[in-house]
């Protein structure tokens, strides 16, 4: 019974508090991870020394922050910025190639819905992801390897649940493009040389309103 007061307790005092300020000139600060999880089908090379080589990039999680400023009522502009995320680059058949560490800087324009302790967001937003510190292993190591840096849309949308006067608990998900060409020691590799990263990005976060 005790457990059972303290948990009406709780959900009085969280139902008393004050909704989160979303107004022209607020602005929130995020603190998360997330995973980034390109798609499973990543494209063929054609044509290239090795034959047609189906590429596979794998998944992987990094510390992220966001920052959101209110132009007007409900309606943002929020930055997306992480710890440099590492992916393997495998190829079907034969296994991992090498790996790489991107940035994925994403601008969005979000609209938050409601007034309530959950309040779900829609975004829209352009993504810039740069490639750094490609190694290679395997079929091709001792080779150069490079991935050249990506522009696109980015789609977001998640959902707050206010935990505190000021503090929200965010899920969310977003859906980037991201495309890059593949050169190995500085020439195209194949005639199809864009792998298809894609990424399905998701997570959780802890967002403080100021």
Not at 45 to 54: D, E, I, Q, R, V
């Amino acid at each position: 019974m005790k457990l059972v007061r303290y948990a009406l307790a709780a959900s009085l005092a969280l139902a008393a508090m004050p909704a989160f300020a979303q107004s022209a000139g607020h602005w929130t600060l995020g603190v998360g991870v997330h995973n980034v999880d390109p798609k499973s089908d990543n494209g063929t090379l054609t044509a290239t020394p090795l034959g047609n080589l189906k590429m596979d990039v794998g998944s992987n999680a990094r510390p992220t922050i966001t920052g959101e400023y209110f132009l007007k009522d409900n309606l943002g502009v929020e930055i997306l910025a992480a710890l440099p995320f590492q992916h393997d680059i495998n190829v079907v058949g034969v296994g991992k190639v090498g790996s790489t560490k991107h940035l994925p800087p994403t601008v969005s324009l979000q609209y938050h819905f409601g007034q309530g302790k959950v309040r779900p967001f829609v975004g829209l937003g352009l993504n810039y992801t740069t490639f750094f510190s490609t190694k290679t292993e395997g079929a091709i190591d001792g080779t150069n390897l490079d991935l050249s840096n990506s522009w696109g849309l980015a789609g977001h949308i998640g959902v707050d649940f206010q935990v505190s006067e000021k503090g929200a608990i965010r899920i969310d998900y977003r859906k980037i493009d991201i495309d890059t060409d593949v050169k190995l020691n500085g020439a195209k590799l194949g005639t199809k040389n864009t792998v298809n990263i894609d990424p399905s990005v998701y997570g959780i976060a802890y967002v403080m309103h100021f």
